[in-house]
C-alpha cells in the first residue's frame, strides 16, 4: 500500500449539501427516527420480559425471535425492494413495526403479557426490519447528490441514536412506564413513516417484469458474485464478525464492568461513540482516492477495542483507545456505503445491498454464542487478544485483495438529489 492509495481528492464544489435536498432533509428525519426507536428497543424489551417474570432466558428467546427473521428474510426484502421500490417497501415496514410496538404497548398495560405474545411481536418488527433494511441503500444517491456526505450525516446521526437511544428508554421505564416507553418507539416509527410517504416519485421505477422470486434472487446473487471487490470485502467481513465483532460486545463489556466498574464501563461506551461521531466527521470532509483502502486503514484501530479489556489498560487510556476505535469504524462506514452506493447500479441496488447486510451480520450471532464457552475454557482477555489479533489479519488480508486496493471512487451524476438518475457502474 501507497500514500497514492489514501491521497485526499479535493472535495468536488459543484456537489451540494445534502441539506439543501428537502428530500434528504426529509430521510434524514425519516432514519433518525427509525435509528432511535432501534437504540431504544434493547433496554424496553429487556425491561419488559424481566418484569413479566421470564428472567435472563426468555430476554435471549425474545432477541432470537427479533434476529432469526432478518436474517431469513433480508434477502426477499431485496428484491422485493426493487420489485415495489425501496420507499414503498419501507413505509410498509414503519407501518407495521409500528403497529408491533402498540400491541405491545397494549398487552403490557392490559394484560398479563406472555412471553409467546412478545416473541411473536418481536418476529412481526424483525420481519418488517428485513423488508426496510435493504431499501437504505438504494435511497441514498436518490436523496443526495453527495453520497459520501450523505452517508456521513446519517452515520453521525446513528451514533447519537445510539448514544440517546438507550437512556431515553431508561428514563421513560424509569419515570412513566414500560407500556410507555414502547408508545414511544411506536411513534418514532409513524415519524419515519411519515418522513419516508412524501419520497413515493423517486427516480428508481419498479421492476415490471414477470421474473419469479427464485430467478430474482439469483440476478442479485450475479450482481453480488461479479464484483470481487465485494465479495472479498464481504467474505473477509465474515470472519471479522465471527471472531471480532461476535466476542467483543460480550466479554469486552464484562471485563470492563469488572475492571472499571458499571459507570466507568458506561463512559467508555460514551467514548466510543464520541468516536464514532468524529469518523463520521472526517467521513464528510476527507475523501480519499481509493476509499476502500482508505476505511480498511482506519480499521486497523478497531483492534483496540478489544485489546483494551483483555490487557486491563487504565480507565484514561481504554477511552480513548474507545475514541479511536469509534472513529475507525465510523470511518470505514462511510467508505463502504459510499462505494456500494457509487458502483452498483440502482435497479439492483437494494438486492445487492440485502447479500450485503445477510453477509455481514448472520455470523455475528453464532461468535456471541461461542463467546462464552471460549471465555470458559481459556479465559475472557484470551478470547478478547486472540480477537485483536484476528482483526488485523482480517484487515491485512482485504487490503492484500488487488481488486480492494484497486477500486477508486466513483463519478456521480448531479441532480441525484432532486431526482435525477445515476449511470450504472
Known sequence: MTMDDVRVRPEPEALPSPWQSGRFRLFFTARSASLLADGMLMVSLTTAVLGAGYGAGGVGYALAAWMAPIALLVLFGGVLADRFTPQVMMVGADVVRMVAMLTLAVLLISTDVRLWHIMALLALSG?????????????????????????????????????????????????????????????????????????????TARDESDEPMSRRLVTGWHEFRSRSWLWGVIAVWAVYGLFVFGPALPLGAALLTEQHGASGYGWIASADGAGTIIGGLLGMRVRPTRPLV????????????????????????????????????????VMWATSVQSHIPLAVLSRVSAYDVAGSIMVIPLGRALAGPAAGLVGADHVLLFSSVVGVLCIGAMLAIPAIRGLGRAPQAPGAGDGGSRPAV
Open 127 to 203: 420481519a418488517a426490519t428485513a423488508m426496510f433494511q435493504p431499501g437504505l441503500a438504494s435511497m441514498i444517491p436518490q436523496v443526495a447528490d453527495d453520497i459520501q456526505r450523505a452517508n456521513a450525516l446519517l452515520r453521525i446521526s446513528e451514533a447519537i441514536c445510539t448514544l440517546l437511544g438507550p437512556g431515553l428508554a431508561g428514563l421513560l421505564v424509569a419515570y412513566w412506564d414500560v407500556a410507555g416507553s414502547f408508545l414511544v418507539i411506536a411513534a418514532a416509527f409513524a415519524l419515519s413513516a411519515l418522513g419516508l410517504a412524501p419520497l413515493r416519485k423517486l427516480s
Open 294 to 333: 482508505a476505511g480498511a486503514s482506519a480499521m486497523f484501530f478497531f483492534s483496540l477495542n478489544p485489546l483494551a479489556p483483555a490487557l486491563g489498560w487504565s480507565f484514561t487510556v481504554t477511552a480513548l483507545t474507545g475514541v479511536v476505535a469509534g472513529c475507525g469504524f465510523a470511518f470505514w462506514g
